[in-house]
Structure formats: structure tokens, C-alpha cells
């Protein structure tokens, strides 16, 4: 069974870091991308970004790029976002997700969501 | 960026009736075009991937369809468990963008 664990909720201060973590159970690592996703309350999903495993490949959408980091640790097959710079309306649910066809832009595999709440 | 124009933003309905949301592309994305379901506290669940392959487990009363800029998910009879918010998706071109959703009540 494919499984992607994400590390719990977390409270953060404006202009303060977080990092999110993404455990991956279930298929070989190295055979997927991994996206980041942002939804924030009421709004519908965003893409962040990806990362292929495999070879290192990092795509950020323009939005994050700057903010945002993403990596991975092909040892413990673990999926890492980091934003920097936390403002209010980066209060959103994070998702991380993967998709069984690689590289296919499809994801049928998510996280539970992380909510990060922003909140001085 | 592939802006994805998803309409109507919301839809009420009853029990067993046809309902159909579209979603309109940009410019064209072939058939790199995927429809989501979410429930409330939930991720969003793939029900049709590629614009019209129906997603393992999912009843067959979903249907996608289109090709290049307009595309269609129809719910042939509406059941209670099918009330959720609607999401299209392109991956034609990153950054991958979803539509803006369309919730759906009875």
C-alpha cells in the first residue's frame, strides 16, 4: 500500500521558517516526482513545486521561487518543503503527492495535509 | 502560466440528476488534463486522469471527456456521496495550475 505520511501541524510567527516533511511507503522512491502543494481556507489547491528523486530535478513555480525550498533523502525516502519568510497568508493545508505514472503530472497518491497556521 | 477556467463556481442539484462541469484551458494542453474530488478536511482524491480514464474504484457514473482547451466531467445520476468540491487540473506546462473549483450540494 502506497503511503505518504506528512510531519504534524505546526503554529509559526510571522517572518519565521518551516519545514514539512513527507515520508514515502509503498513504491520505490526514486520512480515518482514529488509535488508540494498549498491550499489555503476556502481557496482551491496550488502548485508549489516538484522534485524527481532520481536525478535531483527541482521545479519551482514562479510564485514560490526564492521562498521556497525543496529536497529530498533518497536514504530514508523523505520529501522536505521549506518556506522561509512566513507571512499571514501563507496559512494554508500543505499537501505533498506523487503519482504512479513517474513523472505523469497526475497524483493519485497524497499526504494527510499539513496546516500551517501563521499567526503572530 | 495555463490559466484553468472552471465553471459553474458552485451547483445545486438533487438526488439523480446529471450534472456536467467544464473547464476551459488556456491554450492547448492535448489531453494532460486530470479532475479531482475533495471532501471537506480531506486531500483531494484523482477521479479521472488524462481527460477521460476513469481512476481505479471509481464509479463509472463519472465521465470526463474534451481534448486541447474545453473539457467536461459529467455525473450521469447524482448520489449523496458524491457532494464535494470539484477540481480540474492541467500538467500540459509547469507550473501545473488547477481551476478554482466548483461546489457541489444537494
Known amino acids: 500500500e502506497v503511503q505518504l505520511v506528512q510531519s504534524g501541524p505546526e503554529v509559526k510567527k510571522p517572518g519565521a521558517p518551516v519545514k514539512i516533511s513527507c515520508k514515502v511507503s509503498g513504491y520505490t522512491f526514486t520512480d515518482s516526482q514529488l509535488h508540494w502543494v498549498q491550499q489555503a481556507p476556502g481557496k482551491g489547491p496550488e502548485w508549489m513545486g516538484l522534485i524527481d528523486p532520481e536525478d535531483g530535478q527541482i521545479i519551482y513555480a514562479e510564485k514560490f521561487l526564492g521562498r521556497v525550498t525543496i529536497t529530498a533523502d533518497t536514504t530514508t525516502e523523505t520529501a522536505y518543503m521549506e518556506v522561509i519568510r512566513l507571512a499571514f497568508d501563507d496559512t494554508a493545508v500543505y499537501y505533498c503527492?506523487?503519482?504512479?505514472?513517474?513523472?505523469?503530472?497526475?497524483?493519485?497518491?497524497w499526504g494527510q495535509g499539513t496546516l500551517v497556521t501563521v499567526s503572530s | 502560466d495555463i490559466q484553468m477556467t472552471q465553471s459553474p463556481s458552485s451547483l445545486s442539484a438533487s438526488v439523480g440528476d446529471r450534472i456536467t462541469i467544464t473547464c476551459q484551458a488556456s491554450r492547448d494542453i492535448g489531453d494532460y488534463f486530470n479532475w479531482y474530488q475533495q471532501k471537506p478536511g480531506k486531500a483531494p482524491k484523482l477521479l479521472i486522469r488524462?481527460?477521460?480514464n476513469l481512476e481505479a474504484g471509481v464509479p463509472s457514473r463519472f465521465t470526463g471527456s474534451g481534448f486541447g482547451t474545453d473539457f467536461t466531467l459529467t455525473i450521469s445520476s447524482l448520489q449523496p456521496e458524491d457532494i464535494a468540491t470539484y477540481y480540474c487540473?492541467?500538467?500540459?506546462?509547469?507550473?501545473?495550475?488547477f481551476g478554482q473549483g466548483t461546489k457541489l450540494e444537494i
Open positions: 487540473q492541467q500538467y500540459g506546462d509547469v507550473p501545473f495550475t
Open positions: 503527492a506523487a503519482s504512479s505514472g513517474g513523472s505523469r503530472g497526475f497524483f493519485d497518491y
Open positions: 488524462d481527460a477521460s
